[in-house]
């Protein structure tokens, strides 16, 4: 009985073994792909920002959206109702 422990135990530590240097593997994939250069590939993007009300610093929030460094970008303003407060600040 004592050896079926010993077999299980001799599997446990070679998978053990085996995920220790998966994970030295996935360290090293990880720093070689942080060392290479950044890409310069900016797809345009569109930003969809939902509106309703006035809160407090309305204006300031919305102006961040269009200050973005960001070199192609929409920004679509989404409210529930034409009549919102929010649109006159819009």
């Known amino acids: 009985m004592i050896f079926v422990f010993y077999f299980f135990a001799a599997i ?17 994939f990880f720093r070689e792909q942080l ?8 797809p345009f993007a569109t930003i969809i920002v939902p509106c309703r009300g006035v809160d407090k610093g309305l204006d300031e929030n919305l102006a961040a959206f ?10 679509i303003f989404v409210v529930d109702d034409k009549n919102d407060p929010a649109v006159a600040v819009i």
Request: avoid cysteine.
């Open 12 to 28: 446990l530590v070679w998978l053990s073994f085996k995920s220790f240097l998966g994970g030295i593997a996935y360290l090293k």
């Open 35 to 42: 060392a290479k250069p950044r890409s310069d590939y900016t």
């Open 66 to 75: 269009l200050k973005q460094d960001y070199p192609k970008y929409e920004v």
